[in-house]
């Protein structure tokens, strides 16, 4: 007999008591209380944390399957590489709780969001904010409220990090070869993990970082750390300075529940323009333009279609938004124009190995588009 459904929903219930495990031991503090190197008896650490032994035991004993803890000998605890993470990066605390406090009661709502947006006519609340009016009164009695906006922002560095990684192999498949002795500006990367990369990889190309919102010491610091790769602060839709690059490689904003995608999508367009009247005084610069966006269906490796997605669904629960489509962002940028010519995309990159994709483009003078 068939038991793929079965084995499921076991696995769902078993994902549902690992995270309401990782719940109790960050509620007090469990983590903590255990030495990063050593073990030590379940009950001083269970005294230390205040909590009863016999429920310790139990925790640990279910946590330690999957590699979260373990008990060298009877009724000792120690850390394995897993969960001393959680002990060294707080934020990872902070992460399971935004998912614990906000995210599955937000997820949780949505039906009933949508059986609203159905049956009404005027605009309907999100799922998140049907989840927030039912623990109101409690998060504001147990102090959960106030730690929403650092919940979230760790939440939402952890995808801030993996897209770092995904930039930098996209960025990496490009020939930059023939660039030797030339300039690169990066504008608005999510950090300088990239130029760092690609730097290294070739030494007589300059990279420029451009920042958007850092604070001066900030700036300094990332300059002493980056070596060859020149960190400097931007004001998005500025004119653009460094006038002499050989490419611009301008990063659409991060996705966030904090800004619409239309939102994200304006400050995208208004920094392309920007350089519009650059590109057009320095016909042989490069523009590449990169983004995270949702993968067409089957287009993504499994694992990198259902983080999109899943991501996606997220949107539509805080925010009833949705994040922007490939094929959406190639239409935005052959739609961006003023009054002498228009963008057009010459080259697409993208990787069945993650959500991000770039795009190399040029301005096509409408003169051009008459003769063709």
């Known amino acids: 007999m068939n038991q793929e459904g079965a084995t499921f929903v076991h696995h769902l219930a078993r994902q549902a008591q690992l995270l309401s495990c990782l719940h109790w031991l960050s509620t007090f503090q469990v983590l903590a209380c255990i030495p990063l190197t050593q073990s030590v008896p379940i009950q001083d650490v269970a005294d230390l944390a205040g909590v009863p032994v016999s429920h ?16 060298p000998e009877p009724e000792f605890v120690a850390h394995t590489p897993l969960s001393s993470q959680f002990v060294t990066k707080p934020s990872l605390i902070d992460a399971v709780l935004f998912i614990c406090h906000t995210a599955m009661p937000t997820g949780l709502q949505m039906a009933e969001a949508t059986r609203l947006q159905v049956h009404s006519t005027d605009s309907s609340p999100c799922a998140y904010a049907l989840a927030s009016r039912s623990v109101k009164g409690r998060g504001s009695e147990n102090g959960q409220q106030p730690n929403l906006h650092r919940q979230l922002m760790a939440y939402q560095r952890l995808s801030n990090r993996a897209l770092d990684d995904c930039v930098t192999q996209l960025l990496s498949s490009l020939d930059w070869s023939h660039l030797d002795g030339a300039t690169v500006v990066q504008v608005g990367p999510p950090s300088t993990a990239a130029a760092r990369a690609l730097s290294g990889a070739n030494a007589n190309v300059r990279f420029i970082v451009q920042m958007y919102d850092r604070p001066k010491a900030a700036i300094e610091t990332a300059n002493l750390e980056s070596g060859n790769v020149v960190v400097q602060q931007r004001m998005r839709g500025a004119p653009q300075l460094v006038e002499d690059a050989s490419v611009y490689i301008i990063h659409s904003p991060h996705l966030s529940v904090h800004h619409t995608t239309d939102d ?6 208004i920094e392309i323009k920007a350089h519009l009247r650059l590109l057009k005084n320095r016909p042989n610069a490069q523009l590449i333009l990169v983004a995270q966006v949702i993968p067409e269906p089957g287009t993504a490796d499994a694992e990198v279609e259902a983080a999109s997605r899943f991501y996606d669904l997220s949107l539509l629960q805080m925010a009833n938004d949705q994040a922007l489509g490939f094929e959406q962002l190639v239409d935005m940028v052959n739609d961006i124009r003023d009054n002498t010519g228009r963008l057009v995309v010459t080259n697409k990159l993208c990787s069945r190995d993650h959500s991000v994709a770039a795009l190399q483009v040029k301005i096509a003078s409408f003169e051009d588009d008459q003769g063709n």
């Open 264 to 269: 994200l999508r304006t400050q995208f367009i």
């Open 56 to 71: 310790l035991l139990r925790v640990v004993r279910a946590t330690a399957t999957v590699g979260f803890l373990h008990e």
